[in-house]
C-alpha cells in the first residue's frame, strides 16, 4: 500500500496543502499549555502539521512509510533548518524509539489507514511504550458520518476500498474500546468536518505505567 502513497505524493508534493490541519491547529495550544517539548508524528505525509509544529519551537520525529513523502519532508526541513528528524518507518512494526521519549504522539488520519483491530491495538501499545507517564496522545480518525462511509467496496471488517484509498471508518465506542485497552483515558473527544472528511478528533492521556515505572524508577534518555 505504500506504493499508493508514493504515487499520489509524487503526482502531488502537497496533496494535503502547505497550510496546517485544523487539528494541528487546536492541539498546538494544547501542547503549549502542557509544556510538550519532544513529540512522535506518525504518518506525517509532506508534513504540513510537522513543519507547524517545529515552526512553534517544538522538536518532532515523524515517521510515514512513504519513502517519496520522506523524502519531500526531508528537503523541507533542511531547506527550513527546522528541529525534524524525518524517517521512513511502518507503523505496523515496533517504534524505533526508547522507552518513555516522547512527551506526546500525533497522528492525523493515520490510524483510519488499512490496519486490524490487532495492529490497531499494537500501534496503540508501542505508543504508550514511547510516551513518557502521563504523556499525550493526539489523533484523529474518520468516522461514520463521514460522507464515503458504506460506498466502495468492504474489503476487511469495517474496511472499504473506495477509489484505491482503503479506509476504516470509526465508531465513538470503537475509539473508547482501543484507548482504555491501550493504557489511555479520554481527555476529549470531538466531531470536526474537515472538508472533505468527517472526523473524530480525540486527545488522551497516558495512565498505564510499565515495569520500573512502578517502583519509581525512571531514567530518561536524552537522544
Ligand atoms: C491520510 S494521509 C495523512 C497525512 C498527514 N497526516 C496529513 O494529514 O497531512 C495518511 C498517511 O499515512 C501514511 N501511512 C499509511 N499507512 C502507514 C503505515 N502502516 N505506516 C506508516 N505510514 C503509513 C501514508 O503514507 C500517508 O502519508
Redesign the pocket.
Known amino acids: 500500500?505504500?506504493e499508493v502513497?508514493n504515487n499520489i505524493?509524487k503526482s502531488d508534493s502537497t496533496?494535503?496543502g502547505e497550510e496546517p490541519?485544523n487539528f494541528a491547529l487546536l492541539c498546538i495550544n494544547h501542547m503549549k499549555t502542557n509544556n510538550i517539548q519532544k513529540v512522535l508524528?506518525?504518518?506525517?505525509?509532506?508534513?504540513?502539521?510537522t513543519t507547524f509544529f517545529a515552526s512553534n519551537g517544538i522538536e518532532v520525529q515523524a515517521?510515514?512509510?512513504?519513502i517519496v513523502?520522506i523524502e519531500l519532508l526531508d528537503k523541507i526541513t533542511k531547506e527550513k533548518r527546522l528541529p525534524i528528524k524525518p524517517r521512513i518507518?511502518?507503523?505496523?512494526r515496533a517504534l524505533p524509539f526508547p522507552d518513555g521519549y516522547f512527551d506526546a504522539v500525533y497522528?492525523?488520519?493515520?490510524l483510519?489507514?488499512?490496519?486490524s483491530l490487532d495492529e490497531l491495538h499494537f500501534i496503540f501499545s508501542e505508543i504508550s511504550r514511547v510516551l513518557k507517564p502521563k504523556g499525550l496522545n493526539f489523533f484523529s480518525v474518520r468516522n461514520q458520518n463521514d460522507n464515503s462511509y458504506g460506498k466502495g467496496i468492504e474489503i476487511d471488517k469495517g474496511i472499504y476500498d473506495i477509489n484505491g484509498f482503503q479506509i476504516r471508518f470509526f465508531t465513538e465506542k470503537e475509539i473508547h474500546d482501543l484507548v482504555e485497552a491501550g493504557g489511555f483515558e479520554i481527555l476529549w473527544i470531538k466531531e470536526e468536518y474537515e472538508e472533505p472528511v468527517t472526523l473524530y478528533i480525540v486527545s488522551s492521556k497516558k495512565t498505564l505505567m510499565y515495569g520500573l515505572e512502578l517502583l519509581g524508577i525512571i531514567i530518561w534518555p536524552e537522544l
Open positions: 500500500m505504500s502513497w505524493y496533496f494535503f490541519s508524528e506518525l504518518g506525517a505525509g509532506h508534513g504540513r502539521d515517521v510515514d512509510y512513504s513523502t518507518f511502518d507503523v505496523r497522528s492525523h488520519m493515520l483510519n489507514m488499512r490496519l
